[in-house]
């Protein structure tokens, strides 16, 4: 009997695992349900379309020809309602129920509103998908004054996006710096720096506590908690994903804050598996339940689950994420979970040099270069390797890291 | 593998609609590693990755093509 797999969403997990499964089962009978009116597409390079840097054409990924070549039925526009793991189907806006053997879990997440007066005005955008990036780019380009909230690595998008447009913009942070958590203060003023050149004022100890808007209803200015205004005819709202685990409430599958899944992707629940944003996965480095929302991580992921999906418990994911930033002349990298850690180490070495790592019981779980990225080969081996080498810092510090030069691999 | 791998920044605006564009993040280690030191010495280093294909654009800190 012919095998079915059905997959909800179309983004890179899911598309990754739907070519997976195609490659090492070519008979079976492969769904994707998606809500969005299009295919695959970049969603690293939507905020250098919303820039103005490039056309439409490059972010599209896949065409519906692609998924006729492979036999893959896309649904686009289709909301899943249901999912019922006891009766193996998913059911849709359309009450139109699909049966499934395997079901994989890839639907992402939604930007998190904020919830102040006005948060849902004309001009107060939130950003994920190429939709939002169309009408965040057309915003931007008549927009001449710009407010941005969301002091973490979505925010810093919008307000890149806001500096390419030319809108002169204030990025309002609750906190001392920009990704407070992952950064200190000597490597976020680099980030402050860079803004500032480019037309993007940084705000610290702020936030919004509330937008303004005209009789027609859209923004006008953002009131922060001190009281200050800020004017703006836009606004860039990201302040996080709620992950769209809403579907499977009440089916057994567990959750925690999202989807939670073993080292091969699989849920709680039999036949069932997720990948991509939505997870919180079994970390085999770490030993911890993470999450990442890398797209290295998400494409292995789908691949790491469709894997699973033939045939149960024969990949592992295991994997060190990267995460660049390049809105700005020098280059900037996370890697793994630099937020994690219970012990770091960081150092200056210019005004436009800066690293930090972050350990975890002595051993590497990750970390944030700015400006030279020359040690990342060395911190991602030696975090791959799990070697206790906390007890390293300075030689970790040195501008050019021998991983052969340190102590020898133990085990924690 | 190719056999030489020249990197050189290019304009966004200059790209043809067709034009295969990719993020610095959606390469392996080995071709991220590659093109920051092309960035960092301004030369491209030998050895290339198989990684980053001829006619490539990849988005890091400038538009770089592939040749």
């Not at chain 1, 024969?314 to 990267?322: D, I, P």
Request: net charge negative; aromatic share 8%.
């Amino acid at each position: 009997m012919t095998a079915s797999y059905v997959i909800i969403g179309d983004g890179i997990a899911g598309s990754s695992a739907a070519e997976t499964l195609r490659e090492k089962a070519p008979d079976a009978e492969i769904t994707v349900v998606t809500d969005e009116g299009e295919a695959l597409y970049n969603r690293i390079l939507i905020k250098e379309f919303a820039k103005g840097k490039l056309p439409e054409a490059p972010v599209s990924i896949h065409d519906p020809e692609w998924y006729d070549e492979r036999d893959v039925d896309l649904r686009l526009n289709t909301l899943v309602t249901d999912v019922r793991p006891d009766a193996h189907e998913i059911e849709t806006h359309e009450d139109e129920r699909i049966g499934y053997d395997k079901l994989l879990v890839a639907a992402g997440g939604t930007p998190v509103q904020l919830p102040v007066e006005n948060s849902d005005a004309d001009g107060v955008h939130h950003f994920w998908t190429f939709q939002d990036a169309r009408r965040i780019k057309e915003a931007a380009e008549s927009a001449e004054t710009g407010v941005v909230v969301g002091a973490g690595l979505l925010g810093i998008d919008l307000a890149a996006i806001s500096a390419a447009q030319g809108v002169d913009a204030h990025y309002l942070m609750r906190g001392d710096c920009w990704w407070r958590y992952a950064l200190t203060e000597d490597g976020a003023e680099i980030i402050h720096d860079a803004l500032r050149e480019r037309g993007v004022t940084p705000v610290f100890g702020s936030g919004v506590d509330r937008f303004e808007t005209d009789d027609d209803g859209r923004v006008t200015a953002a009131v922060d908690p001190n009281g200050d205004r800020y004017e703006c005819d836009w606004a860039g709202v990201a302040i996080g994903l709620d992950f769209n685990t809403e579907i499977v409430q009440g089916t057994g599958i567990e959750t925690d804050s999202g989807v939670v899944v073993d080292e091969h992707m699989h849920t709680s629940v039999e036949d069932v598996y997720a990948a991509g944003d939505i997870t919180r996965y079994h970390d085999l480095i770490t030993g911890e339940l993470e999450q990442n929302g890398s797209w290295g991580s998400a494409k292995e992921q789908g691949s790491v689950a469709a894997t699973n999906m033939i045939e149960p418990e024969s990949e592992q994911f295991r994997w060190v994420s990267s995460y660049s930033i390049t809105h700005f002349d020098f280059p900037f990298l996370s890697f793994g979970h630099p937020t994690v850690g219970d012990d770091y180490v960081e150092a200056k070495y210019s005004d436009t040099e800066w690293r930090r790592l972050a350990f975890k019981d002595g051993k590497i779980v990750g970390g944030v270069l700015i400006g030279d990225l020359s040690a990342q080969s060395a911190y991602k081996q030696l975090m791959r390797e799990e070697r206790v080498v906390a007890d390293q810092k300075a030689a970790l510090m040195e501008k050019q890291v021998d991983v052969d030069a340190l102590a020898p691999a133990q085990e924690g | 593998m190719p056999s030489s791998t020249d990197l050189s920044v290019t304009d966004p605006g200059s790209l043809s609609a067709d034009a295969r564009v990719r993020h610095v993040d959606e390469l392996d280690e080995r071709a991220q590693a590659f093109l920051d030191a092309a960035r960092a010495e301004g030369t491209t280093p030998d050895d290339p990755p198989a990684d980053l294909t001829p006619g490539d654009v990849v988005v890091f800190t400038e538009y770089y093509r592939v040749r």
